[in-house]
């Protein structure tokens, strides 16, 4: 069965780093996400990716964040100044399409430990 | 605001027995999803019931939606101890906004 993979699958960072967070979706579907959780929380969205742009965001997605197709297999996720706060897990996903039937695949996660 | 909740909070039931876990949410939607979630770990999709759907089954789940009640379940029957776990159900609005909205999650233990 396609997986969405994520890498890598625990960072450490201090605080103040550049971090990159990537995600290979399926290589058919076209809506990519980023979700994260805060340990002991439940999943909130960050942001949603389709036809290379955002294309809807949350308030947690502020100028820290970026996210990028840079070629045709990766989505990344930047955190451009790490904050203790910043500290969960971060899952990607991707849909074929969006809309009624629309399955969501979730990748395994990246634990982000800032320090 | 649109949301997903689950009831309760936690679950602890002995194996064997049947567990059943409900959601909530607030505006229409096109689907409602329910995820697995071990200690520490990644989401594992379930089962993804559509608006017009009223009920449906997989293996040991069986998921109903009550889009008059904006309500949902999850039934896990013969509950096994790897069934121990976080479930999340997660919901997408009609309304255009490309997100799920998850809920708290029910945390159930399974005794063996």
């Known amino acids: 069965e396609p997986e969405v993979t994520q890498t890598p699958s625990h960072q450490v960072t201090q605080m103040g780093q550049e971090v990159i967070l990537r995600c290979v979706p399926i290589?058919?579907?076209?809506?990519f996400y980023w979700y994260r959780q805060i340990l002991g929380q439940k999943v909130e969205f960050l942001v949603s990716f389709y036809n290379n742009e955002i294309s809807e965001k949350s308030e947690i997605f502020d100028d820290q964040f970026s996210v990028e197709r840079p070629d045709g297999s990766n989505f990344t996720l930047k955190i451009r100044s790490t904050k203790l706060e910043d500290s969960a897990m971060y899952f990607c996903a991707s849909t074929e399409w969006w809309g009624q039937g629309a399955g969501y695949t979730f990748g395994s996660g990246t634990r982000l430990t800032v320090v | 605001s649109q949301q997903g909740e689950e009831d309760p909070q936690a679950l602890s039931i002995q194996e064997g027995e049947n567990a059943t876990m409900n959601c909530s949410y607030k505006t229409s939607i096109n689907n409602l999803q329910w995820y697995r979630q071990n200690s520490g770990r990644g989401l594992v999709h379930l089962i993804l019931?559509?608006?017009?759907?009223r009920e449906k089954h997989s293996g040991r789940l069986r998921v109903t939606l009550d889009t008059s009640k904006k309500s949902s379940s999850l039934l896990i029957t013969a509950s096994r101890a790897a069934d121990t776990a976080s479930y999340f159900c997660?919901?997408?609005?009609?309304?255009?906004?490309?997100?799920?909205?998850f809920g708290q999650g029910t945390r159930l233990t399974i005794n063996p």
């Open positions: 997660a919901t997408d609005s009609i309304q255009g906004a490309q997100k799920l909205v």
């Open positions: 019931i559509r608006s017009n759907e």
């Open positions: 290589s058919n579907h076209l809506y």
